[in-house]
């Protein structure tokens, strides 16, 4: 009987690790860019596979075929439920700008076993990589959350100094994992527009490309329709220079998502009105304005929920959750909120896109 059981746990272990190791081959060849780190991947990484595959694994069908054929029904559903719990945190307000974040730590969310990409794995994942951020003062904080994540921590003042001289660009080459990573100020979105036309034109191309610009360009052109122009443009020359195959105006589909798992968008906070510093800012990021801005990114069609290229660092619903007491000036929140960026919707969902498809 005990003999049985154990067997049967074995077996299931097995299961995942076997079915992981098939799931991560696609992943390999996922990012094009990324391909030249495979083996260094594959190498240093397996750690990460199998942590990450004990949870990540339900979420696909086929994995999760072969773990209810060898295990109990309720290991299963409870498996499948795990995508939708990954957004169970909770927030602790310690003291304004101490914020921090849990996984719920009771059940059904601790069943999941998710826990954070730590400081070392994440340089292993990001090895050799190049990373370019473009955006408002949005993309600089989730710049430096990703910063604070692979470098040491006597490094991270200096690169906080030099990263928030206003208004400038910030390259930095994090010599032990070989990460590059660039901040490009890009306020508005026309400014991502023409970047997005340079490098969609070029011949290099960043590895994880993370975009993100609303809040710079509400106040000081706070022009709606223009916005979503502009965004459309943005997919069109994505899309366009992917030849995705998407029949006239329905949704990408087939292997796009596959060849362009590595773009991610920066959400807009959401922003406390009475908090916001100068009258200006309370008058133009007012509530009506939000929402136009914020129904030309889902009308505009970049996001991956509505079938484009850009997978969501949800800012908003973070912020939100972290709530007022993570926000001094009611539109830049505590690191906290951009690292559960980071993690929950940036390196976790890295992965289940990249291995989901
Ligand atoms: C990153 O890759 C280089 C080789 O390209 C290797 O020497 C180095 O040890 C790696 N660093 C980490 C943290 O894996
Ligand atoms: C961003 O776009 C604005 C408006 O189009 C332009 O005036 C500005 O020079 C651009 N800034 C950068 C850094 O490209
Ligand atoms: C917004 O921009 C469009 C296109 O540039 C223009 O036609 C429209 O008048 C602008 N709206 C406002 C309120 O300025
Ligand atoms: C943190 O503060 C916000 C209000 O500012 C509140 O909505 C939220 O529930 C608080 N979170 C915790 C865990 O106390």
């Known amino acids: 009987m005990t003999g049985s059981l154990v067997m049967g ?37 397996l750690f990460i596979t199998l942590a990450v595959c004990v949870h990540l694994s339900p979420y696909f069908p086929s994995v999760s075929d072969f773990i209810s054929s060898s295990a109990s029904s309720s290991t299963s559903s409870l498996g499948l439920s795990c995508f ?5 945190i909770l927030w602790y307000n310690y003291t304004s700008s101490s914020s921090s974040w849990r996984w719920d730590s009771s059940s059904p969310v601790s069943d999941c076993g998710f826990q954070r990409v730590g400081p070392s794995d994440a340089s292993d994942l990001l090895n050799g990589s190049w990373i370019l951020f473009a955006g408002d003062s949005q993309a600089r904080l989730v710049a430096l959350s990703l910063l604070t994540l692979v470098l040491d921590s006597d490094k991270i003042d200096s690169v906080r100094a030099d990263l928030f001289k206003r208004h400038s660009d910030y390259h930095v080459l ?20 023409e970047l997005v036309g340079k490098l969609e034109d070029g011949t290099s191309y960043p590895d994880v490309l993370v975009l993100g610009s609303g809040l710079w360009d509400m106040l000081h052109i706070h022009n709606a329709s223009e916005y979503g122009a502009s965004l459309s443009s943005i997919r069109t020359a994505m899309v366009s220079s992917l030849a995705f195959t998407t029949g006239d105006d329905g949704p990408v589909t087939g292997t796009t998502s596959i060849r362009s798992p590595h773009r991610f968008w920066i959400g807009m906070p959401w922003l406390v009105n009475s908090m916001l510093n100068t009258e200006e800012k309370r008058e133009k990021l007012n509530g009506a304005t939000f929402h136009e801005y914020d129904r030309e990114i889902q009308e505009s069609r970049i996001l991956r929920q509505s079938g484009g290229p850009f997978a969501l660092l949800d800012i908003c619903s973070l912020s939100q959750g972290c709530g007022e007491t993570c926000t001094t000036d009611g539109m830049h929140y505590d690191g906290a909120v951009y690292d559960a960026a980071v993690q929950l919707d940036g390196l976790h969902y890295f992965f289940l896109s990249t291995i989901g498809k």
């Open 84 to 88: 939708s719990l990954l957004h169970r």
């Open 9 to 45: 746990l074995g077996g299931l272990q097995l299961g995942i690790m076997a079915s992981c190791v098939v799931l991560f081959v696609p992943m390999g060849m996922a990012g094009r860019h990324l391909s030249r780190n495979k083996i260094l991947f594959f190498g240093t990484a």
């Open 174 to 193: 994090v010599a032990k994992s070989g990460l590059k990573l660039d901040f490009i100020w890009a306020p508005y979105v026309a400014n991502l527009t």
